[in-house]
């Protein structure tokens, strides 16, 4: 039969009671049709009613099944014939056919679901409600010679992992354990790429990753990157990339990341170390950011300082000075950043020479490495005489003033108003001070101190009472032209200021009434009336202060 109209008005009349060998003959002609024009033919199957008959074709005993799956997954590469699929009720009888035994039929199930389905999230979270995951795992697992079906599963697998609410079921089968094996029968280059494309999603959840671990995709990876470190074709360098970013990916869940450490003995941990001194970019920065995961809690921090890892990453990041890899110098910094937290560090680090190795890449014009650099610092300026000779490097000093204006870049920005503030606030010294003021980031203190994350806030108030402490004269001017006197009293009188904020405003205010220009500013301005409001604060700290507060300035009114 090789007439379509004729062959669609066959299908239309007696589909239900159609024979098998009359069935398969226009089927056959459909198939012929679709692959000869493909949209054309499609259009007609639209226009003749026969879609909606085909859910009724959809059972799993007829020899005539496979080719109508296979009919419905060629018309639904078009997009406009994916809606009149589902609106025919194809979807459930085809779900249920993913149970049958028929490896054809399998095959051409899947596809049609995956046409249907394809860049839909709503189907897609249909079929993952309907509970298609469990069973395609279970598919994969019982033919993984036949590589159509894998191959079906791996792309069915890859749009679904896409959605959030596929994760959960996933972590209730064993995909984990699957795609390992399936992952180490692989010779092709193709095919590995396909299941990374599965596992980079999977492993997102923290439960996967951990099973992943168990299933011994770590050795995989590492077997890949032994394999392909010293190769220049590109497929092996896009496969060590993509080894090493999955290896640091499942570093980033917490059980996945401590069973890999293990006690900082583990072979794998001492592998990704190994990769830190390499020659190949790649493999440093895996290395760097795998060395930043692990130094996720004080126990690894500590551990790893002991063990000597400081010096690792200041010899790659002097590797990197002129003309450096920013993606390597980021992942350095965010490593030596995380190193220096636990406080039983920081002194070793300072010692080591971190800071001096920081300090190289003042002159980065790359925002990622300027906010690592800050936060590296600010980490380690806890002791006094650190903070005291950061604080009077004065080409430090002028580039933080610079970045506290990089309105483009909140994060560098933050960070530099907190560095500036830290200095002060750790060193306590008059020097340190006079090295801000001259070089103009009073301003900034004052403008964080206006920041809407408390932290911030108190931080800027904290560092600018010890300047009107200890440096009042000297910072008079920039303190006045900044309005400090105006902002905080604007601070006192929002009730929705922390208790700790109106705490530290009123000690500044106290200490800025040292200065006569700045004594007159906060008498012109109602302070009294706000904070004799204070006394009956809630928070008892505040009320104290502010009865102080109101000493001072009934005093000196």
Known sequence: MDNLSDALKKLKITAIDISEDSLEGCLDCLLQALAQNNMETSEKLQGSGVLQLFASL???????????????????????????????????????????????????TGRALGNICYDSHALQAQLINMGVIPTLVKL?????????????????????AELESSKEQFAYTNIAEELVKLFKKQIEHDKKEMIFEVLAPLAENDAIKLQLVEAGLVECLLEIVQQTVDSEREEDIAELKTASDLM????????????????????????????????????????ALAIANFARNDGNCIHMVENGIVQKLMDLLDRHVEDGNVTVQHAALSALRNLAIPVVNKAKMLSAGVAEAVLKFLKSEMPPVQFKLLGTLRMLI???????????????????????????????????????????RHSKSKDVIKTIVQNGGIKHLVTMATSEHVIMQNEALVALALIAALELVTAEKDLENAKLVQILHRLLADERSAPEIKYNSMVLICALLGSETLHKEVQSLAFLEIVSKLRSHENKTVAQQASLTEQRLAVDS
């Open 58 to 108: 959809l059972t799993p005993h007829s020899p005539c099944t496979a080719k109508v799956a296979n009919i419905i997954a060629e018309v639904a590469k078009n997009e406009f014939m994916r809606l009149p699929c589902v609106e025919a009720g194809l979807i459930p009888p085809l779900v249920q056919l993913l149970n049958c035994k028929d490896q054809e039929l399998l095959l051409q």
């Open 140 to 160: 994969l697992g019982i033919h993984c010679q036949n590589s159509a079906l894998t191959e079906m599963c791996l792309v069915a697998f890859g749009n679904l």
């Open 248 to 287: 640091v990916l499942l570093l980033l869940g917490d059980e996945s990341m401590q069973k890999l450490f293990e006690g900082g003995k583990g072979s794998v941990f001492q592998r990704v170390l190994s990769w830190v001194p390499s020659n190949n970019h790649q493999l440093q920065l895996a290395g």
């Open 382 to 424: 806890d002791a006094q005489e650190a903070a005291e000779q950061l604080g009077k490097n004065v080409k430090l000093v002028q580039r933080l003033v610079e970045w506290c204006e990089a309105k483009d870049h909140a994060g560098v920005m933050g960070e530099s108003n907190r560095l500036l503030s830290a200095l002060i």
